[in-house]
Nanobody, 124 residues
């Protein structure tokens, strides 16, 4: 089992960049494939990106792959989401997620564990 904690959200301006971080408050991220999702008010949580345990394979939603980069640091036991050229429509709660299977993350996008989320607000 793992407990996930996101950080790095906040209020930013259009065009800014932001790096979100995900750490384990209990357990270790090294055992899991990791992913980021986001959710806006009144909408379902949507998949952004995933990375395998070794950090050498990634997959992105088509809508974000030009501006978003997922990465992980095994020595620090952290996962990151770099977001560039932020737009107002990126405003959302961003969730870190862990899964036993990278293949399942790529296909059904159904993680085993969720963080509590970090709010990102992009102003005009």
């Amino acid at each position: 089992q793992v407990q996930l904690v996101e950080s790095g959200g906040g209020v930013v301006q259009t065009g800014d960049s932001l790096r979100l971080s995900c750490a384990a408050s209990e357990g270790t991220l090294s055992l899991y494939a990791m992913a980021w999702f986001r959710q806006t008010a009144g909408k379902e949580r949507t998949f952004i990106a995933a990375i395998n345990r070794d950090g050498d394979k990634t997959v992105y939603a088509d809508t974000v792959k030009d501006r978003f980069t997922i990465s992980r640091d095994g020595s620090a036991d952290m996962v990151y989401l770099q977001i560039n050229s932020l737009k107002p429509e990126d405003t959302a709660i961003y969730y870190c997620a862990a899964a036993y299977s990278f293949a399942e993350l790529k296909t059904v996008q159904r993680p085993n564990y969720w963080g509590q989320g970090t709010q990102v607000t992009v102003s005009l």
